[in-house]
Structure formats: structure tokens, C-alpha cells
T-cell receptor, first 114, second 110 residues
Framework: GENVEQHPSTLSVQEGDSAVIKCTYSDSASNYFPWYKQELGKRPQLIID???NVGEKKDQRIAVTLNKTAKHFSLHITETQPEDSAVYFC?????????????WGAGTKLIIKP | NAGVTQTPKFRVLKTGQSMTLLCAQD?????MYWYRQDPGMGLRLIHY???????AKGEVPDGYNVSRLKKQNFLLGLESAAPSQTSVYFC?????????FGQGTRLTVV
């Protein structure tokens, strides 16, 4: 089955710098890769996603890149701000017959230092 | 359009008591999930459903049961609560790719 590894588990960056979180997946059949942000005490919320037929997607200060050959995808946050402090989860979705399975990474705690 | 709504938001149970958590979604999603999240940890899948009348076990199903009698509702039951079930429980729904989460239920078993 699918396995998603996420690194690093904790990332501390200076406000204004960039942050990069990386995930690798094992099943080449995976075709959809969402990223979620979870603020303290809140629910996980989808912030950006990418499908397997696309190499990069941007939305203002956040971007996601996908390397299908190497089976890894990354979240990039530029010009980090205090409100970016949160736990970020990656996930991979694979289709099994008529059903989908969503497999989660373990999460990265992003700390933005003032 | 409320999205995914969980009831209750908080609950304290005594060991051995039973309770049911209710999840309701108004997005006509086929897939629904129950996760638990322990402090500082990731999401662990308890049970899920790929459609009305169907349920399946996830990663940590022991001690829990579920039912999906209506497409919009997914119930999570604890028959005999244990302190190890103290956690935050999240329900989610999706069309198959990605997921929308409820606000969570903070459950404490004493």
C-alpha cells in the first residue's frame, strides 16, 4: 500500500525567509497530492493541491512542486509571516478500483521566528 | 452551506461509559472519515465509508464502531470508553480526493 513520509518534523525559519517541506510517496499510482494547514486548536484546512499531470502550482506565497519520477512533492512558502506558524500535513490519494484512499504524512510544525 | 458539522464539540466520559459522535455534511460527498489526533501527533484513520450503507476499518478501529445509514451522516460509537481514547476526533468528507474537516470533538475519558 501507499506510504507517505514527510520531512522535517519541525522547521524554524526567520520571518520573511522561505520554508520548504518535503514529502515522498511510494505508490506510483497516486495521482492527487493535497497540503493542509492546521493552526493550534483548529481543524486541518486544505491550502493547495496538485494533480499528477502538473509539475507546479502556485497560489500567492505558497507553491507546490511534484516530481513524479522521484515520487516526491514539496510545499514552498515564501516571505513567511507569523500567521504561517502551524502544522502542515501532506497527503497522497490513490485510486483503488472504484475507491480512493487518502494517505497522510506525519506533519511538519512550522515555527516563524520574529 | 455548513460544510461538515460535528456534535458535540466537547465531552467528558467516565471509563466504561458509551457515547456516539455525530458527523453531518451537506456537500453530498460520498466519502466520510473518522480520525483521531493525539497531542502533537498526526491524523490516524479510525473508520471510513465510501457511500451510504458501507463502512470499513482504518488504521486504529479497535474500540470504535460506525454507521452510515444516511449519506449525509456518519456516526462514531464508543461502546465502553477507556482513558486511551482521550483524543480529539475529526470527521471529514470528500468526493474521493482531498477532504473537508469538521471542527473536531475534544473527548476526555477519566
Amino acid at each position: 500500500g501507499e506510504n507517505v513520509e514527510q520531512h522535517p518534523s519541525t522547521l524554524s525559519v526567520q520571518e520573511g525567509d522561505s520554508a520548504v517541506i518535503k514529502c515522498t510517496y511510494s505508490d506510483s499510482a497516486s495521482n492527487y497530492f493535497p497540503w493542509y494547514k492546521q493552526e493550534l486548536g483548529k481543524r486541518p484546512q486544505l491550502i493547495i493541491d496538485i494533480r499528477s499531470n502538473v509539475g507546479e502550482k502556485k497560489d500567492q506565497r505558497i507553491a507546490v512542486t511534484l516530481n513524479k519520477t522521484a515520487k516526491h512533492f514539496s510545499l514552498h512558502i515564501t516571505e513567511t509571516q507569523p500567521e504561517d506558524s502551524a502544522v502542515y500535513f501532506c497527503a497522497a490519494t490513490q485510486r483503488r478500483g472504484s475507491n480512493y484512499q487518502l494517505i497522510w504524512g506525519a506533519g511538519t510544525k512550522l515555527i516563524i521566528k520574529p | 452551506n455548513a460544510g461538515v458539522t460535528q456534535t458535540p464539540k466537547f465531552r467528558v466520559l467516565k471509563t466504561g461509559q458509551s457515547m456516539t459522535l455525530l458527523c453531518a455534511q451537506d456537500m453530498n460527498h460520498e466519502y466520510m472519515y473518522w480520525y483521531r489526533q493525539d497531542p502533537g501527533m498526526g491524523l490516524r484513520l479510525i473508520h471510513y465509508s465510501v457511500g451510504e450503507g458501507t463502512t470499513a476499518k482504518g488504521e486504529v478501529p479497535d474500540g470504535y464502531n460506525v454507521s452510515r445509514l444516511k449519506k449525509q451522516n456518519f456516526l462514531l460509537g464508543l461502546e465502553s470508553a477507556a482513558p486511551s481514547q482521550t483524543s480529539v476526533y475529526f470527521c471529514a468528507s470528500s468526493l474521493g480526493q482531498g477532504a473537508f474537516f469538521g471542527q473536531g470533538t475534544r473527548l476526555t475519558v477519566v
